[in-house]
Structures are given as structure tokens and as C-alpha cells.
């Protein structure tokens, strides 16, 4: 079989570029398997994440020939033949060597969401739900953390003074499985409107078409939570019926009380990262 050329981004948080690699072509690889045995030939000190090799981890995580993909899920032999194939890292979190990524950013926001909180149980000690509320969460706990919707999402990809104040859509689909719990009680409608950025989501549906679990982000999750945003906020029905009710809504700080992590990451404690120029694509 032909050889296969490898365009591996090599470097760290002061910068870098890509090195080529000529391996000989093996039937049934991924793309893990090449980098894999680069790591045992011409580069040991090459540096990647991965964990399970069946695309249930979410750990090598990559932008194969521009795209974020996961390393281990993506067969050498769907790629152009005959052209190199291009791995570089995450562009939107800070490199720390090679392909490895902080993505440290998304544990941060994950501290800001509002834990569980049922309501009491039934006279008898029970808690009672419908089957069909039971499945409308069940789509959003399939998500492996690859964080490649994060990764695509231009309102941090293209803006990193937009990361003190976006969730994403990783955590959009977490705010969302909350919400949609029948037992849930808590109110985080505030906070997604005030603190989380929920409405600087263009819902381009970007997050959606790289989901390797193929979570259908935008319509079940942010486009469901930006009308109960708006149905809480400009909804004149609903504030009359809190004036009748004598009801307020909880605000974005009462929420955030609530959250494991109750501090949000400002501009100046989000790490930079180096360039990964576009050109080097090619």
C-alpha cells in the first residue's frame, strides 16, 4: 500500500508548526492508530490525549483537515487519498504541548450550573413522572465531554473576551437536562439570560453537525431554553400571572448561589493561546 503524509502540529503555549510525517499506509486504521505509531517511531515525544479508543471518552479530540473530530472514530480511508492529512489541536482552548489542549475552561463553566434540586416527595415517600418526561433528558446525558461542540462554536472560537460570559453548548444541553427534569425546581432562567450568554447564540446549529453522539443541541436544547428565557423575561402573561400569584422569579445571583463553583472566570484569568494560522492548513 501507499505511504500516507501526516501534517502534525508540533509545539506548545509559545508557539509552533506543523511537521510532516510519511508512514506507510496500514488497512483499517484511524487516525489515532498513525499518531499512535509516529509516538513509537519517528516522534516519542509527540504529545495527544486519549483514553478509550472507541469514541466513548471524548478525550482525542482534534481538528483533522480543519475539522474537530475525534481521532479514534475517524478511518484513515474516508480522507482524500494521495493528499496529507492535517492534525492540529483545538483552536479555541490554550495549547499546552502538541495536540494536547487545557480545556480547563469547561470544567470552570461546569461549576456554574445550578446542581439537581427535586421537589418533595409524594405522601407515601415516592416520586412519580411520566415516561415521556423521563426520555426528554435522556438525549443530553449521551454527551462523552469531547468538547468539539465548544470547539466550533465561533462565539468563543473567534472571540476569547467572550469566554468570561458564554456557557457554550456543552453547557447549554447540561442547563437544558436540568430544566426539563420533572422534578426539577430550581429556576436558572435568570442566570442563562444574564451570566451564561445564552443569547449571544446565533444558533448557526455548528455545535450540532460535529456532536459525535449526534445530539440535536440547537433544536432540543438552546433554542427550547432561549424561549423559556424569553417566555420568563418579556412574557406578559407570565408576569401577571407572578403579580396574581404573589411569585418572583429567582435572579441570576440567587441561581448562582446555588452552583458548585460560584466564581466566573474573568478575561484576565482565561489562559492565551497561539495562533494556529489558517494558512498552515493547506
Known amino acids: 500500500m501507499a505511504d500516507v503524509t501526516m501534517r502534525v502540529w508540533r509545539g506548545d503555549e509559545d508557539g509552533g508548526t506543523f511537521t510532516e510525517y510519511v508512514m506507510p499506509a496500514v488497512e483499517g486504521?484511524?487516525?489515532?492508530?498513525?499518531?499512535?505509531?509516529?509516538?513509537?517511531?519517528?516522534?516519542?515525544?509527540?504529545?495527544?490525549?486519549?483514553?478509550?479508543?472507541?469514541?466513548?471518552?471524548?478525550?482525542?479530540?482534534?481538528?483533522?483537515?480543519?475539522?474537530?473530530?475525534?481521532?479514534?472514530?475517524?478511518?484513515?480511508?474516508?480522507?482524500?487519498?494521495?493528499?496529507?492529512?492535517?492534525?492540529?489541536?483545538?483552536?479555541?482552548?490554550?495549547?499546552?504541548?502538541?495536540?494536547?489542549?487545557?480545556?480547563?475552561?469547561?470544567?470552570?463553566?461546569?461549576?456554574?450550573?445550578?446542581?439537581?434540586?427535586?421537589?418533595?416527595?409524594?405522601?407515601?415517600?415516592?416520586?412519580?413522572?411520566?415516561?415521556?418526561?423521563?426520555?426528554?433528558?435522556?438525549?443530553?446525558?449521551?454527551?462523552?465531554?469531547?468538547?468539539?461542540?465548544?470547539?466550533?462554536?465561533?462565539?468563543?472560537?473567534?472571540?476569547?473576551?467572550?469566554?468570561?460570559?458564554?456557557a457554550g453548548p456543552r453547557m447549554f444541553i447540561r442547563f437544558m437536562e436540568l430544566e426539563s427534569h420533572p422534578l426539577d425546581t430550581d429556576d436558572r432562567r435568570e442566570l442563562l439570560r444574564e451570566r451564561m450568554g445564552l443569547g449571544m447564540c446565533n444558533i448557526t446549529k455548528c455545535c450540532t453537525e460535529v456532536c459525535p453522539e449526534h445530539i440535536k443541541i440547537t433544536d432540543n436544547a438552546i433554542i427550547p431554553l432561549k424561549e423559556r428565557v424569553v417566555d420568563a423575561s418579556y412574557d406578559p402573561v407570565a408576569w401577571l400571572g407572578r403579580k396574581i400569584l404573589r411569585r418572583t422569579k429567582r435572579s441570576a445571583l440567587e441561581a448562582a448561589l446555588d452552583a458548585p463553583g460560584q466564581h466566573t472566570p474573568t478575561r484576565q484569568e482565561q489562559p492565551t493561546r497561539p495562533v494556529v494560522s489558517a494558512t498552515d492548513h493547506s
Open 29 to 166: 486504521e484511524v487516525v489515532l492508530d498513525v499518531i499512535h505509531r509516529i509516538q513509537a517511531g519517528p516522534a516519542p515525544d509527540l504529545a495527544c490525549r486519549w483514553n478509550c479508543k472507541a469514541g466513548k471518552c471524548g478525550s482525542c479530540s482534534a481538528e483533522i483537515n480543519g475539522l474537530p473530530k475525534l481521532m479514534c472514530m475517524t478511518r484513515m480511508d474516508v480522507l482524500p487519498e494521495g493528499e496529507p492529512v492535517v492534525v492540529a489541536p483545538m483552536r479555541t482552548f490554550p495549547i499546552i504541548r502538541d495536540l494536547v489542549t487545557d480545556v480547563a475552561f469547561n470544567y470552570t463553566m461546569a461549576r456554574q450550573v445550578p446542581p439537581f434540586k427535586p421537589r418533595e416527595p409524594e405522601a407515601d415517600g415516592t416520586y412519580r413522572m411520566q415516561q415521556i418526561d423521563i426520555e426528554r433528558g435522556q438525549e443530553f446525558r449521551k454527551c462523552i465531554e469531547c468538547f468539539m461542540c465548544q470547539d466550533v462554536c465561533h462565539v468563543i472560537r473567534d472571540h476569547e473576551e467572550n469566554k468570561a460570559s458564554y
